[in-house]
């Protein structure tokens, strides 16, 4: 009798685990080598960071730091600078009417690059920050809401920059009690390159902004908030390499170049003034040319900045013009005799109405902005600021 083996079940076949490992090894690869790249290029980041520290110093500005960390993995680069303290030299101090270096600390400043965009940088300044002659005590403080600044290139050739700040405040310092200088509800300027190259005859333009702003302790005109805005480009660079401020203006003076003013608006109140027109620098650095400026509310300019007293019978010339005489001014005033007999002499007894009249004969009547307006030339001469035949202010030497 023959049997029969019975069949058996089919083995179960073995699973492949390798499509499961593939995937995962090769996500633990990429992520190895991602980490791999940005430590390196961390590491590049800092020695960047270290070649801007070396540009700054070049040009008289001296960053340190008591601690400096670069982090922000994975998709970005930070750089934070912990207590960082701003050394400026002699020469570069110059800028802010002193010849003692000086020295400004603040409590961190972080600058940030996506991992994608490594030539635009951002940074954040905290505040407050404080300054004073190196050594010495502080001889002023100055804080704000919220500060960060934007480079656009490589940091030893950066072709844009801008500083924003909301709300900044500035505080005078004496025998350790604060005084308020300058605030304003928002502060912003730009430089960028419009023509040529950095390092070949490069034209730069510059814009300062601000909204709300106010300087107390200088002129009572400046102590009421005002807004402005002011487009200038700079011609007669050899190059935008690292120096201070003085010596690239020395520069543009040698080289016959400028300052074209090319639009520049200030508000404050119902009084607009605009104006442009190209300004040189003198062999002494300061400013000579001319502005052709238009004021609509001419007539509460004129008391504010105290030029009345300039045609009040008998006053000293303090207030006219280089190479005008008082009797000059006289003599536009007595004009008004012969449009109406006697009217100079009614003039005299009103400074206030006999200079704006005077001023009105030199000037264009015209509009702005739909209002009735007066346009007249603003000059430069040798510093001396001049509006008609009338000094009004002494603007100091660039370099």
């Known amino acids: 009798m023959m049997t029969y083996a019975e069949p058996r079940a089919p083995l179960p076949r073995r699973r492949r685990l390798w499509p499961v490992f593939v995937p995962s090894a090769l996500l633990l690869l990429a992520a190895i080598g991602w980490s791999g790249f940005w430590f390196y290029a961390s590491h590049e980041v800092d020695a960047q960071f270290k070649g801007w520290q070396a540009r700054e110093a070049k040009s008289g500005r001296i960053y340190d730091c008591s601690k400096r960390d670069v982090g922000g993995f994975p998709f970005r680069f930070e750089v934070r600078c912990v ?39 951002i940074a954040e300044f905290t505040g407050p920050v404080t300054v004073g002659e190196t050594g010495q005590q502080p001889f002023a ?8 600044a934007s480079a656009a290139g490589l940091p030893s050739l950066p072709k844009r920059i801008s500083m924003e700040f909301n709300d900044p ?53 400046l102590a009421t908030p005002f807004d402005e805005a002011i487009h200038v480009k700079l ?46 620098l003198t062999p002494s650095g300061h400013l000579d040319g001319q502005l052709q400026m238009t004021i609509a509310g001419f007539e509460k300019i004129v008391p504010a900045l105290g030029l009345e007293k300039a045609l009040a019978e008998g006053a000293p010339p303090s207030n006219v013009a280089p190479g005008v005489s008082t009797q000059d001014v006289n003599k536009v005033i007595d004009s008004l005799d012969r449009i109406i007999p006697g009217l100079g002499k009614v003039a005299r007894k009103n400074a206030n109405a006999g200079l704006i009249a005077g001023l009105n004969l030199i000037g264009q009547q ?7 307006a007066r346009a007249i030339t603003l000059r430069f001469m040798d510093g001396a600021l001049l509006l008609g035949p009338l000094r009004v202010a002494q603007t100091p030497a660039l370099f």
Do not use: C, M
């Open 83 to 121: 207590d960082p303290v701003i050394s400026l030299t002699a020469q570069t101090a110059q800028q802010f009417a002193t010849k003692t270096p000086l020295t400004a600390k603040l409590s961190q400043i972080l600058a940030v690059a996506q991992i994608y965009d490594p030539t635009r940088v």
């Open 141 to 148: 403080t100055a804080n704000w809401s919220l500060g960060h």
């Open 169 to 221: 405040v500035v505080e005078r310092i004496v025998a350790g009690v604060t005084a308020p200088f300058f605030s304003a509800k928002h502060l912003e300027w730009h430089i960028r390159l419009v023509e040529g190259e950095l390092n070949d005859h490069p034209v730069i333009e510059s814009v300062l902004r601000s909204e709300g702003a106010s300087v107390q302790d200088v002129h009572p005109v």
């Open 235 to 280: 011609r007669g660079l050899n190059d935008f390499a690292p120096k201070p401020w003085p010596e690239r203006f020395r520069e543009i003076q040698a080289n016959g170049g400028g300052i074209d003013v090319t639009e520049s608006r200030i508000q404050q109140g119902d009084t607009i003034a605009v104006a442009a027109g190209t300004l040189s």
């Open 366 to 372: 015209t509009t702005l902005e739909g209002r009735p």
